[in-house]
């Protein structure tokens, strides 16, 4: 007696491609077809005839690469991604070193209250930018900040932080404050996966606690710390939130002062869209080379650093 051939149940082929049709719906409306349009507009430009009044008084038209070489050389663009370059050079690091140090230390058998201290620590990141630059930027207007006051009544210097070098560091605070609880979440869970084994065996090798972190917590969690690095980075040179809303309580702060801010200005006060396009598309550019770069540094070093 033969056996009749099992059928396959309806539908099992389309399965895979009905459960990632809603994903790659979701990727083209709000991430591939943004990107087409502003790679549209970054090569044309808007013709204005006589005094732009009028039906067919502008035109857009094909401008090429003009608005790139236009915004390569624009001085203030320039200025915003040095800025970023000193904003980022005290971020990163201290944002970073922080995360490490509060995720051994939570890391520690004999820390008490260790979920709340994971918690408090945590906390700044899920408030959100725009509240908490506007929360530190009335802590550091001189007349109404708490420690103003204070230092006032202790008779000691009063330092303006919202002018001058003092705003880097300000801004830095800002993004120090928000960032560190999720960097030390990534690297606080990777340092819960590994073995507790391997601490047992250095403990009795005669291993402290501090020869521990060195030489074995510190690199079996170096995946993340790339891996927060690397967000860091991006983060850094796309920031935007923080400078825009200090930017009403104080003169020093331009509204170019980072990448980002330019292109906001160039496309919503100047009404130069296409200025903007162009600008938008060298920052992501520049954004993908650096992320590239960085990780295929850190891949390479990785291999080099297997012993297989």
Known sequence: MTRAPRRRPYGVKGAPYAFLAPAAVLFLLFFALPIGYALHLSFRRTEVRGLGLGKGARDEIWAG???????????????????????????????????????????????????????????????????????????YLPDVSPFHFLLGKAGLPQPDLLDGGPLYLAL?????????????????????????????????????????????????????????????????????????????????????????MKVYQDAFVDNDVHAAAAQAVIIALATLAL?????????SRTKQGDPR
């Not at 203030?76 to 201290?94: F, Q």
């Not at 340092?191 to 079996?220: H, N, T, V, W, Y």
Request: glycine share 6%; with cysteine.
């Open 65 to 139: 690469p003009a608005n790139y070489t236009d915004a390569l050389s624009d001085s203030e663009l320039l200025h915003g991604a040095l800025r970023i370059l000193g904003y980022g050079l005290i971020v990163v690091p201290v944002m970073l070193g922080l995360a490490l140090l509060f995720a051994l230390l939570l890391d520690t058998d004999r820390l008490r209250l260790r979920g709340f201290s994971r918690l408090a620590i945590f906390l700044p990141y899920a408030i959100p930018g725009v509240v908490s630059a506007l929360m530190w930027g009335f802590l």
């Open 172 to 260: 830095a605070n800002i993004a120090v404050w928000g960032g560190t609880g999720f960097n030390m979440i990534v690297i606080y869970t990777s340092l819960r996966a590994i073995p507790a084994e391997i601490f047992e065996a250095a403990r009795l090798d005669g291993c402290s606690q501090l020869q521990i972190a060195l030489r074995i917590k510190i690199p079996m969690v170096a995946p993340s710390l790339v891996l927060t690095f690397f967000f860091s980075i991006i983060a850094t040179l796309q920031v935007f939130s923080e400078p825009t809303t200090l930017k009403p309580l104080t003169n020093s702060l331009p509204t170019t002062w980072s990448p980002l």
């Open 291 to 299: 992320s590239f770069g960085f990780l295929k540094a850190a891949n």
